[in-house]
């Protein structure tokens, strides 16, 4: 697994509050037991980490283009982002 | 137990510097919110707010005023002048001495606060000016009023985040109806809008970029406003004894807490907060003709509170009307509920429903009549005024007309 995904895993896992070895990437975050808060601030901790910019209203998380529906997902967009914002 | 009415009225907001300009912006519909103009704006994602434009304070106050009066200071004092200047009260009266001023206000003196971080944070200087702890205290604006009328009775601010000027106006009837106070100067103030104000309200990410669209299923969140709005709660019997013009009676509060969550709102504590208010007002559902809401624009807000109607008002809620006037002078936070009251008071002496604009799609979740866009002509007889602040803390208002 990339390093970006281990990143994202491990700040999602804090969130979480569990071991980074229980994330696995099919999971949502429902599974993980992350409310609408804790998505505000996993979010707000990824974009910290890679330093990029992730679209997100709280209102409106079905309209944004930013695929949250898995921890795959989620790993997956952050790597289009970084490519797309580092260019 | 005495009665407690209005009988002065004053404000600050995006709309206009005074009642009757709001009064008419509400007739319209007009929306206040537009482009901010303030210190780096161009490192803002949120570009909109309800400003007040041209405030004019070198005009309204002298040279030792503006040293003391953050901008949030100076929009309450100038309500606070309207609503006494309105009410006609003679401040020589020995009552002055049991008189105060109760104001809700979450951010105080925020002006101040961004310009001196600014100062000794970013650049670097080791100096700031004196008066910045007075300029910037939540309390300052109710102090300041109190020294300018002369009341020297129960005078403070109360700090519960969006739901301030409520809780201040249900603590200033209470005081009032107890025969503690015969009148007291309340409502609420805020000035946000400042880099750091609007930065922090980002970071939640439930701010609209466009436009405030309460209960449209569209809406996108909620947008900042700023200002103040002023009254003058007096007993019944002191305003008919001095020949005040009565503009409305307050006849019930109530105020709960969620208990659950910091930024989620319960069905459940805004139930007991509308059902408590209309139980201290002796009301039952039917007799309520409008309903100023909390609406904020939020998905999470507009669903619950809708659902919260419905379960205390059953089937009268489809005669309902609720319409939420953040959509047009923004979400002034500390000050908001006290600027809607204005709505309330509107509904009851004009007989005018202030709209909900920016609607643009019925939602389902949203199934009340809103009063989209246009304000509508009805005749009121009670009208509740809700606020549901973060953190879970509900405080409503119920207002009759004056009979």
Known sequence: MSSIADTIIAIIAENAMLDPAEVTADMTFQDLGIDSLGLVEAIFAIEEAFNISIPFNANEPGKSDFDLSSVGAVIAAVEGLIRQQAA | ?403
């Open chain 2, 1 to 403: 137990m005495g009665r407690v009415v209005i009988t002065g009225t004053g404000t600050v907001n995006a709309l206009a510097n005074d009642v009757a300009g709001t009064f008419a912006a509400f007739c319209a519909g007009t929306c206040g919110i537009g482009p901010l103009d303030i210190r780096d704006a161009d490192r803002l994602s949120i570009q909109i707010g309800a400003q007040v434009r041209g405030w004019d304070c070198e005009a309204r106050f002298d040279r030792a005023q503006l040293s003391l009066f953050d901008r949030v200071t100076q929009f309450a004092v100038v309500a606070a002048q309207q609503a006494m200047e309105q009410s006609g009260l003679d401040l020589t009266l020995p009552e002055t001495a049991r008189a105060g001023v109760i104001l809700g206000n979450a951010g105080g003196g925020m002006t101040t606060t961004d310009d001196n971080f600014r100062t000794v944070y970013e650049e670097g200087k080791n100096r700031v000016h004196p008066f910045v702890v007075p300029r910037l205290m939540n309390s300052a604006a109710a102090s300041h009023i109190s020294m300018i009328h002369g009341l020297r009775g129960p005078t403070f601010t109360v700090s519960t985040a969006c739901a301030s000027a409520n809780h201040a106006m249900g603590l200033a009837f209470q005081l009032v109806k107890s025969g503690a106070a015969p009148f007291v100067l309340t409502g609420g103030a805020e000035a946000m809008l400042t880099f750091g104000g609007i930065k922090a309200w980002e970071g939640l990410r439930v701010m609209a970029r466009d436009a405030c669209r309460p209960f449209s299923r569209d809406r996108s969140g909620m947008v900042q406003g700023e200002g103040a709005a002023v009254f003058v709660f007096e007993d019944r019997d002191h305003a008919l004894a001095r020949g005040g013009t009565i503009l409305a009676e307050v006849t019930g509060f109530a105020m709960t807490a969620d208990a659950s969550d910091i930024v989620m709102p319960s069905i459940d504590g805004a139930v007991r907060a509308i059902r408590g208010a209309l139980d201290d007002a002796g009301l039952a559902g039917p007799e309520v003709g409008y309903i100023n809401a909390h609406g904020t624009g939020t998905a999470a807000n507009d669903r619950t509170e809708c659902a919260a109607i419905r379960q205390v008002f059953g089937a009268h809620s489809g005669k309902l009307l609720v319409s939420s006037t953040k959509s047009m002078h923004g979400h002034v936070i500390g000050g908001t509920g006290a600027i809607e009251l204005l709505a309330c008071l509107m509904a009851l002496q004009d007989g005018v429903i202030a709209p909900t604009v920016g609607h643009q799609e019925d939602d389902p979740e949203c199934d009340l009549d809103v009063v989209p866009n246009v304000a509508r002509r009805a005749q009121v007889e009670v009208a509740v005024s809700n606020a549901f602040a973060f953190g879970g803390l509900n405080a409503v208002l119920v207002l009759r007309r004056a009979d």
